[in-house]
């Protein structure tokens, strides 16, 4: 079976576009052979719920080496820590 994958660009050089909006450069590749490029554009609002996803699903997780400075312990109201 062969594998596609989408990676994002090694710098996360995300942009704003000209509807204000941003987009985060694509990689796709199948098999290890790259075979393009794209990108995912968001609205400022897709934006905002898609960093709040993820704040959700990282919190309580182990911080990597090379996780980014912004990363900090996330309370939130009403939600027991521990």
């Not at 594998?3 to 090694?10: E, F, G, L, N, T």
């Not at 796709?28 to 790259?34: E, Y």
């Not at 905002?48 to 400075?69: I, K, N, S, T, V």
């Amino acid at each position: 079976m062969t594998v596609w994958q989408i990676s994002h660009d090694r710098e996360w050089k995300l942009r704003h576009t000209e509807d204000g909006g941003l987009a985060l450069p694509l990689q796709i590749s199948r098999g290890g052979q790259l075979l393009g490029a794209s990108e995912l554009r968001l609205t400022s609002t897709a934006a905002e719920h898609l960093h709040a996803a993820l704040c959700y699903a990282l919190d309580g997780q182990l911080l990597p080496a090379a996780a980014p400075d912004c990363r900090k312990p996330i309370r939130y109201p009403g939600r027991r820590s521990g």
